[in-house]
């Protein structure tokens, strides 16, 4: 149904242990494992370093988001700069001797300097809005012009499971906002549009 749902029941089918050795099919299945994986041992991975071969990615290193290189041309406060998290994973898809094509995890770095906070992750997923919500809001932002407080309250009762909160509905709003200055509103557009979520849902009226 929903893409989250969906992302994480396939991640389970899966073997959910990453170790030296591992293989992938390809660059994509190896990166969303390891989205999932780390999301679930409780971090964040992030891109690191990559080599490239005719364009061909042949190395690659995912680094946990607080091993991320902090700006080190700033010389003050050096004492209380933070130490950046040791963990990494290192994938390679070799060129020659890989009859198979496949991707391989060579190294992995189970180490953290930090608490992993799985439940603090899961908070962030369950919160991010769906692409059927982001488009609700593009179009209400770029075409309706529907403020903060309309939106909030369409989208609440389109989708009351989901929780809405105004940090990310305003981040989200702010990001279609630069689109407004195309006059280009058209109005049956919009009102095409409002039908069609009167039909969805009978407890949103426009007023
Ligand atoms: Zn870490």
């Excluded at 050795?21 to 370093?49: H, P, V, Y």
């Excluded at 689109?179 to 979520?197: E, G, K, P, T």
């Amino acid at each position: 149904m929903d893409d989250i749902a969906l992302n994480k029941s396939t991640a389970e089918t899966e073997t959910a242990t990453l170790y030296g050795g591992k293989t992938f099919s390809n660059w994509e299945s190896c990166e969303a494992f390891l989205s999932e994986w780390a999301k679930k041992q409780g971090f964040r991975m992030i891109k690191d370093r990559v080599f490239r071969e005719k364009n061909i990615v042949r190395r690659r290193t995912f680094i946990c988001d607080h091993g991320r290189n902090y700006d080190s041309n700033s010389s003050k406060d050096t004492a209380s700069k933070k130490l950046k998290c040791p963990f990494l994973v290192n994938v390679s898809y070799p060129k020659t001797k890989n009859p198979r094509d496949l991707v391989f995890v060579n190294k992995v770095v189970e180490n953290h300097n930090h608490a992993l906070n799985r439940e603090m992750i899961e908070f962030e997923e369950s919160k991010k809005f769906t692409k059927e919500m982001i488009d609700d809001i593009r179009f209400m932002t770029v075409s309706c012009k529907f403020g903060a407080t309309s939106q909030r309250r369409f989208l609440e009762n389109k989708y009351p499971l989901h929780p809405i909160y105004s940090k990310d509905l305003y981040a989200t709003i702010s990001k279609f906002r630069p689109m407004q200055n195309s006059l280009s509103n058209d109005a049956s557009q919009v009102s095409n549009w409002l039908d069609q979520q009167k039909e969805l849902d009978s407890r949103w009226y426009v007023a």
